[in-house]
């Protein structure tokens, strides 16, 4: 299994400010993924993000609000957009193993204030 | 990706084996049952996948009906630390999971 860090683990925005949300696999991976999960709620995919290619967003996420980057076979952000506090959840990255299981990182929780 | 449904809420009592089932009758041949759980607001926990054949490993059991319409996820001695929502998701040979509402597990002292 692969080891995920992510960066903040936390942090209180104001509205109307973007924060990048960093992830850290200890290995090179293919697939990795993006999640939003809203208090009470379960997980919601946002985007998948291959290197090398532009991200794929679920319906309902767009690029203009959600932006990623990956730069390469260990790292991706996601960047939270003009936040409102409807944005406050907890963003989780993911990343696919050999079996096409996924493994999480910890998580961001994020307060829009 | 066929939808699956499992029951909101269960209890178990420590020590015994915990039951979880799942329903996924739109399943298809090449779909796979995957098992994670999510201790409050920690990241996903993989636990365990199977396609027909039952599977089993440190941390659980799967069992999966000949017709592949529903399957149990066995914890076969349940300790506090398994208090958790668990989560059933079928997939296939694309990348994503779809997360359903899951089951919370308590077990009881």
Partial sequence: SAVISQKPSRDICQRGTSLTIQCQVDSQVTMMFWYRQQPGQSLTLIATANQGSEATYESGFVIDKFPISRPNLTFSTLTVSNMSPEDSSIYLCSVEGQAYEQYFGPGTRLTVT | ?109
């Avoid at chain 2, 490993?57 to 399957?71: G, P």
């Fill in chain 2, 1 to 109: 990706d066929a939808k699956t449904t499992q029951p909101p809420s269960m209890d178990c009592a420590e020590g015994r084996a915990a039951n979880l089932p799942c329903n996924h009758s739109t399943i298809s041949g090449n779909e796979y049952v995957y098992w994670y759980r999510q201790i409050h607001s920690q990241g996903p926990q993989y636990i365990i996948h199977g396609l027909k054949n039952n599977e089993t490993n440190e941390m659980a059991s799967l069992i999966i009906t000949e017709d592949r319409k529903s399957s149990t996820l066995i914890l076969p001695h349940a300790t506090l630390r398994d208090t958790a929502v668990y989560y059933c998701i079928v997939k296939g040979r694309s990348n994503q999971f779809y997360f359903g509402t899951g089951t919370s597990l308590t077990v009881i002292p």
